[in-house]
């Protein structure tokens, strides 16, 4: 089968599975917003070791997210000119407003961390291998709108913080060539941030982008159905019998999935009456705080931008990176280990290596990147000098991994695939938390503290 088939096939995927124990033959598919879940599961695919219970999190981190925004609209004014205020009187004036801002803060964060946590257990224990394939497309594009979410909704508050945030994230689309500007000022509203912009994010954050979340998280868990149920966790190199030990989803899957949402929820409650979401001094467009940074969800980027040419900072390494995450499902893997965390022991091994070497690397790189840039101040960035020849050097130090994880851990394609995405993944991490918290004023290296 081409790859192509092997695409379309698992967009079309394998159809609907009747439950085998039921005397009702319908097909779940006639309406699959009632058919989330089948009257049996396996019965090794409901323990905490395999899921984490990080998509029912997620789903629960939704639900608050939309039930906290739909509340604070009441009092919200989307107005540059009313919306801080809104904000300090939905702290100060209306009953529990400065806990519902919080919880509606913090759980848009949380769920920034748990979709990411939830992607990382789905490619550890080989859950987007077919049938599952187009599943992980669809958690990408979760992903991508969750990161959106966060984003429009950072801007709402119309503090310092903010608006330069925005100013500075925004600022990135001027290098995509031929639309980023005209892409630019049609989500601006205009050539920076103003009125029309927080208009603007406020229909994407309010009723856009929920209603596309929702949409595909339904479309997702309906994709798990047709893909037979989440993976069964299985030990490395054990074979599983047929037919497996199954249990009822009434009560031992439900009670489960409930006990984890009211975790959440309590701790998500816990955190917002002990912690308040920022709030710095209204916005002004004509004072820059120092420094001006991104959201942290998008400082690696801003990271790169520090040492790379924006063209290859800002369009040619995040493309890359998506072409790898979207190809992944698609490359050819030799005997992919479902169920299995990071498929086998040396696979745990070579995971493990790739994220110190990953660490490591990155943070070298940063400082060497700076001992350059600070030796050569008086050479304007070109795309030769600070673009192409850094990023083949990148590729070259990727690529020699990727050789050297399969040679010298005689790790197999899948392992050193499983290795690279490590690797890349360790990379950016490391990035954001140097762009975090190591960045001082005039954006220079500093210790925390």
């Not at 089948?38 to 984490?52: D, H, M, Q, W, Y």
């Not at 913080?161 to 925005?166: E, H, K, N, P, R």
Request: charged share 10%.
């Amino acid at each position: 089968m081409s790859t192509l088939q092997r695409v379309w096939a698992s967009i079309r995927g394998s159809g609907p599975v009747t439950n085998s124990s039921s005397n009702d033959p319908r097909k779940y598919l006639r309406n699959f917003l009632l058919h989330f879940r089948p009257a049996e599961v396996p019965e090794r695919s409901i323990g905490f070791a395999l899921t984490a219970y990080l998509g029912v999190a997620s789903t629960v981190l939704l639900v608050m997210l939309i039930l906290s925004g739909l509340m604070l609209k009441f009092v919200y004014e989307p107005s540059a000119t009313h919306a801080y205020a809104s904000i300090v009187y939905i702290g100060s004036e209306v009953p529990f407003g400065q806990l519902l801002r919080n919880l509606h803060r913090w759980s848009g964060y949380a769920l920034l961390v748990t979709a990411f946590l939830h992607l990382l257990r789905v490619f550890y224990t080989g859950a987007f291998h077919g049938p599952r394939q187009f599943n992980w497309i669809i958690g990408l594009a979760l992903m991508a709108l969750v990161l959106l979410s966060n984003f429009t909704g950072y801007l709402l508050p119309w503090d310092q913080i903010s608006y330069w945030a925005v100013t500075i994230s925004t600022s990135l689309l001027d290098y995509v060539p031929g639309i980023g500007t005209p892409l630019k000022e049609l989500i601006l509203g205009g050539p920076e941030p103003g009125p029309a912009t927080l208009l603007n994010f406020y229909a994407l954050h309010t009723a856009i982008l929920p209603l596309s979340l929702v949409f595909l998280v339904l479309f997702h868990f309906w994709r798990i159905r047709m893909a037979h149920g989440i993976v069964v966790r299985r030990a490395p190199d054990e074979r599983l019998t047929s037919p497996l030990p199954m249990v009822r989803t009434v009560p031992h899957l439900v009670t489960r999935e409930a006990a984890a949402a009211l975790l959440v929820v309590a701790a998500m409650l816990a955190l917002s009456m002990t912690l308040d979401a920022p709030l710095a001094e209204q916005a002004n467009p004509g004072m820059s705080p120092n420094p001006t940074k991104a959201p942290w969800f998008f400082m690696g980027i801003q990271e790169i931008l520090m040492h790379l040419h924006p063209l290859f900072a800002a369009l040619v390494i995040p493309a890359c990176l998506l072409a790898f995450l979207l190809c992944l499902p698609y490359l050819r893997h030799d005997a992919p280990a479902t169920g299995v965390w990071f498929g086998s022991k040396r696979g745990r091994r070579t995971v493990l290596a790739a994220a110190i070497a990953g660490c490591l690397l990155t943070a070298g790189g940063v400082l060497l990147s700076e001992a350059v840039l600070s030796a050569d101040t008086a050479s304007p960035p070109t795309v030769l000098r600070n673009g192409l020849i850094p990023f083949l050097a990148i590729v070259a130090v990727v690529a020699g991994f990727y050789a050297m994880i399969k040679k010298a851990l005689d790790a197999s394609k899948s392992e050193a695939v499983q290795a690279l995405f490590t690797f890349l993944t360790a990379a950016f991490l490391t990035l954001t938390l140097i762009g975090t918290w190591f960045r001082g004023a005039g954006m220079q290296l500093v210790w925390p503290g």
